[in-house]
């Protein structure tokens, strides 16, 4: 089943999925992963070092890597944050923080956060039954932030587009994306990749 969980995601979440299979091969999931280990594994050396040169590239990356603990979430995987390493200021949106905008400084900090990640749990049905545990508990507050989570999925990217008055064409001049595309992500028939989420997400925040 577990393995089954990772190529559901293969197709639009490679870097998600090549992530869970280290987890489930390589990891102890009663230790604390360090995040800059982990990006290593999922995106490579290389552009861990050209994150630290770039501002964009850091952006870029961190979106990416926020994105990958939805998914991970969404499967039925645990996150838990390490309280003094990985404080909420830099925590992906919706798991204790609240604002868009990052420290300075944000992606050192970042890369020596300390996190807990475990698989899901099936049961006989191959249902996700329950979430292995881990030594530290959540707090409330992450806890309901975390079920409270918004989804940047299609169904969002059109109310957001309406509520802006905005129709497909000029979502499409503003973010560079195809209509055709707009279109498709709109409709839940194609994935959002992490690139274009950070696009779309950034004109729908900032244009009024």
């Known amino acids: 089943m577990l393995l089954e969980n990772v190529t559901s995601v293969w197709q639009h979440h490679d870097?998600?999925?090549?992530?869970?299979?280290?987890?489930?091969?390589?990891?102890?999931?009663?230790?604390?992963?360090?995040?800059?280990d982990l990006m290593t594994i999922a995106y490579g050396e290389e552009k861990i070092v050209g994150a630290?040169?770039?501002r964009q590239l850091r952006k870029k990356l961190s979106n990416c890597?926020?994105?990958?603990?939805?998914?991970?979430?969404?499967?039925?995987w645990h996150v838990q944050f390490h309280d003094k390493t990985y404080p909420h200021q830099i925590r992906?949106?919706?798991?204790?923080?609240?604002?868009?905008?990052?420290?300075?400084?944000?992606?050192?900090?970042?890369?020596?956060?300390q996190i807990w990640i475990s698989p899901p749990i099936f049961d006989k049905s191959g249902a996700i039954a329950s979430v292995?545990?881990?030594?530290?508990?959540?707090?409330?507050?992450?806890?309901?932030?975390?079920?409270?989570?918004?989804?940047?999925?299609?169904?969002?990217?059109?109310n957001?587009?309406?509520?802006?008055?905005?129709?497909?064409?000029?979502?499409?001049?503003?973010?560079?994306?195809?209509?055709?595309?707009?279109?498709l992500i709109e409709n839940n028939e194609r994935s959002i990749t992490c690139e274009n989420r950070e696009i779309i997400r950034k004109v729908l925040e900032s244009m009024t």
């Open 15 to 36: 870097l998600a999925a090549r992530l869970m299979i280290w987890l489930l091969f390589k990891a102890d999931f009663q230790q604390l992963l360090v995040v800059q």
């Open 52 to 54: 630290k040169k770039e």
């Open 65 to 76: 890597w926020d994105e990958d603990l939805l998914v991970l979430q969404e499967r039925g």
């Open 92 to 113: 992906p949106l919706g798991w204790g923080r609240n604002d868009s905008s990052r420290p300075r400084g944000f992606f050192n900090q970042l890369l020596l956060g």
């Open 132 to 158: 292995k545990k881990v030594p530290q508990l959540t707090t409330l507050e992450e806890t309901i932030a975390t079920q409270e989570q918004p989804k940047f999925n299609g169904g969002l990217v059109k």
């Open 160 to 183: 957001l587009r309406m509520q802006k008055g905005w129709s497909q064409r000029k979502l499409a001049k503003l973010t560079g994306i195809s209509q055709g595309l707009i279109s």
